[in-house]
């Protein structure tokens, strides 16, 4: 190895070695961006207030039902009509706590669309239909609860055994009737009543106690009325 050979080797390996040591620059920090704004869900629109007329109004049967549902062993969850229903409506637009409803529910017309479970709903074993041919519904209290909502409390009348029930009512409509020609009201309920409360507990747990009564119905005010207002 000749002399220069010899100067120029440790100064090649230096500077590889000085190379290797110098670090890489570290990476420029980054501004995140901001987060973009969150849309406002749009408000829900404002349901009109329904104005009913006050007066006295007669249920329609032909446009009124009542229905029960229950759980029947946790397979099914079968259904009745109660029939023909008679009833009045007093409805009072000025104070509705000054307003009410009284119902009668003929028992005969109750209707399980099956012959024989009408029969077997008809026998002792539930609404003893010979013995208590009717059940009655009167109201005790009338509430405004809310735009076209009233929350109805009324004594239910089943196999002579009274307990009250609360109603959750919406008012569907209201408005001169376009046949009628009269002033008419159309309202939807709900509730759930226990059977056993009424003597009709028939095979509970396995089938159930609680039945939920759903209800509509059309009523319309005497023409002999509504010609005196």
């Avoid at 440790?10 to 995140?32: F, G, K, R, V």
């Avoid at 009668?104 to 017309?109: A, N, R």
């Avoid at 609860?145 to 009512?169: E, F, M, R, S």
């Avoid at 009269?182 to 056993?196: E, L, M, N, Q, Y």
């Amino acid at each position: 190895m000749n002399t220069a050979t010899k100067l120029l080797l440790p100064l090649s390996l230096a500077a590889a070695l000085a190379a290797c040591s110098q670090q890489a620059p570290a990476p420029a920090e980054t501004t995140p961006a901001p987060a973009a704004p969150v849309a406002e869900a749009p408000a829900a629109p404002e349901v009109a207030a329904i104005a009913v007329a006050s007066g006295t109004y007669k249920l329609d049967p032909t446009h009124t039902d009542v229905l029960a549902q229950w759980n029947h062993m946790s397979f099914s969850n079968p259904t009745a009509h109660f029939g023909t229903v008679d009833g009045t409506l007093v409805y009072n637009a000025d104070d509705v706590t000054q307003s009410s409803v009284e119902v009668t529910l003929p028992l005969s017309g109750l209707n399980s669309f099956t012959a024989a479970f009408d029969e077997h709903l008809r026998s002792a074993d539930f609404f003893d239909a010979a013995k208590f041919p009717v059940a009655t519904f009167k109201s005790t209290k009338v509430e405004a609860a809310g735009t076209n909502k009233l929350t109805v409390t009324g004594d239910l009348t089943i196999k002579d055994i009274t307990k009250p029930v609360v109603l959750d009512v919406t008012v569907n409509g209201a408005g001169e009737h376009p046949m009628a020609k009269v002033p008419a009201v159309g309202f939807d309920a709900t509730t759930t009543i226990k059977r056993t409360d009424f003597g009709v507990g028939a095979y509970v747990p396995n089938v159930s106690d609680e039945v939920q009564l759903r209800i509509t119905t059309e009523a319309t005010q005497a023409p002999a009325e509504t010609a005196a207002e």
